[in-house]
């Protein structure tokens, strides 16, 4: 079986502030993008999806690696889609298709979305609601959302690969994650274990708690050249 990486590296990391956006920060080290590079070293092939304008920091993050860097879309989901275009000549059994501002994800999360690979075409995994939810108006509770069920989901989601290339091709856009552009052409997903590791840097605070996670797993201090 041959297996990719799909990372989407393309946004402009706006809620995460900052003078570059947050995939080409460094933390512990290293840049986010390469953090996340890293952690699929182990498959056949990576692809990163970039802003046009990041190429020069693209190519440092993926220096020494086997990566192929193509231009992403106006959203996540036609980033996805560039992505997957780019994958079709390597003839790939299965993508993993990831946020570049997770990278802290742990080995055994991807394992267990190659594992489930196995029995389905897609597999992902997510966390468990386990907070009370409510609904806000107006900075006020104005009702509450059973949480019975409700996961919250995170990458690398995985996917027989033709099976999402056909999907992504006859979606309408805009999906908020590829686990939704699956379901809206039948596919079924089977959801693996998450882990609180597995962050999306999203907002400034959050480089903080994934150096931490970083130097914790990897023995980095921050800082270090390496
Ligand atoms: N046109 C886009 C928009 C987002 N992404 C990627 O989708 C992932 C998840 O999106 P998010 O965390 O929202 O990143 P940004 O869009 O960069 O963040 P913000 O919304 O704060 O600008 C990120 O790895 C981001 O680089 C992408 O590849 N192409
Ligand atoms: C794909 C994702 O990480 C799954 O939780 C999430 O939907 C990305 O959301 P964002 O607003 O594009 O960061």
């Not at 570049?100 to 742990?106: D, E, G, K, L, M």
């Given at each position: 079986m041959r297996h990719a990486a799909l990372i989407v590296a393309a946004g402009r990391g706006a809620r995460a502030?900052?003078?570059?956006?947050?995939?080409?920060r460094q933390i512990a080290g290293k840049s986010v993008a390469r953090w996340t590079l890293e952690a699929f070293s182990h498959l056949d092939a990576r692809v990163l999806v970039i802003h046009p304008a990041d190429r020069v920091k693209a190519e440092a993050a993926a220096e020494g690696l086997d990566v192929r860097i193509v231009a992403g879309g106006p959203d996540r989901a036609a980033s996805v889609r560039n992505g997957l275009e780019a994958l079709?000549?390597?003839?790939?059994?299965t993508v993993l298709i990831h946020d570049?501002?997770?990278?802290?994800?742990?080995r055994a999360v991807i394992d267990g979305v190659l594992s489930a690979l196995d029995t389905g075409p897609g597999a992902a995994p997510a966390l468990p609601v386990t907070d009370a939810l409510w609904r806000v108006t107006d900075g006020t509770v104005a009702g509450t959302v059973n949480r019975q069920g409700l996961f919250r989901a995170q990458t690398p989601?995985?996917?027989h690969f033709r099976a999402i290339l056909d999907a992504h091709m006859t979606h309408p856009g805009g999906a908020a994650d590829d686990v939704e552009v699956a379901r809206h052409a039948g596919l079924s997903v089977i959801v693996t274990d998450g882990c609180e590791d597995n962050l999306k840097i999203t907002a400034p605070e959050d480089f903080a708690r994934a150096e931490r996670i970083l130097e914790r797993v990897h023995g980095h201090q921050a800082g270090e050249r390496v």
């Open positions: 502030g900052g003078p570059e956006p947050k995939q080409w079709v000549a390597v003839g790939l059994d570049v501002a997770r990278p802290c994800v742990p989601q995985g996917f």
